[in-house]
């Protein structure tokens, strides 16, 4: 257990610890048994996700699988289930990967070096930082969101922090201002001072520690900063969504490859804006449809483009049926989807109605 009162001579640090002791969060589930496989999964599920969204789901992570043992010895499926609402789920693939790493070939215990932390899959230097800072008190300095904004704001570090200068500078600052005793319990406060004070919109100046030192509030700036991503102007690409009905009222749906753009998701079959259709209907599905209407174009958008989808209704021709060998699948529009669904295709599967 750390000492109280011992956070050195940084003015920052020593009102940052002082403050947690009165306010700072103390009753997480992470919090209570912190070990290193314990917050580790607590600080992989709270990249990009609140707190409270977090709790449950780290309860029932945690009840099958106390140990990081139980994890590496899981089948993928299972965690992906457990993951299921939380999102991004390529935080769950690197977690899974990352214990069958550690089992074999650190016995079953997180290393304790840092260097090689951060060689795990989806284990960057903050998360490393945290994981040893919180659940050994080694002195690393993280730099998850919330610091990035606490220590932006501070020390009126103007710029996105995504950009390797800035992102340097807030690295030194945070270096800095961690303390060499009760290293846990600052990295905590920096952190709860980031969720709960200072927060993304409308942050609690007056109820915060080290409000009389900050840069931001002197010079009006709390909510400029930190600085947004520049904006970039993404392409566009442009695509038709074959919306073909049967006389069933069925909607045909196919199965994406693996790889690439909604990789193992369903999706309406999908062409380019210039393709000759009638060739494309019969060679690709072996069928004829006339053209019913186009819908709406709708945007959806990508972090690299947006892609422009325009529908396009059609009405199956004659007895041609689309042979569907696992790929392909007629669907009844309203249907309770029991089946991974491209974004834009569960919302036009929704705007056809039961
Ligand atoms: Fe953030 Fe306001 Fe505190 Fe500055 S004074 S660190 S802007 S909450």
Redesign the pocket.
Known sequence: MESRGAAGSDPFARKLLRWFDHHGRRDLPWQRDPTPYRVWVSEIMLQQTQVATVVPYFGRFMERFPTLQALAAAPLDEVLHLWTGLGYYARARNLHRAAGRVQAEYGGDLPEDIATLQALPGIGPSTAGAILALSKGRRHPILDGNVRR?LA??HGIAGWPGSPSVARSLWSLAEGHTPKRRVAAYTQAIMD?GAT??TPKR???TD?P??RE?T??DQGL?EQLPSPRPRRSLPVRRSLFLIIFDDAGMVLLERRPPAGLWGGLWCFPECAPETELDDWLLSRLGITAEVLRVAERMRHSFSHFHLDITPLHLRLKGSGRVAEQGVRRWYRPGALPDIGLAAPTLSLLRSLGP
Do not use: F, I
């Open positions: 606490v704001r501070y001072l004070v200072c942050p609690r100046c915060c080290v409000s900050c931001a509030l709390a």
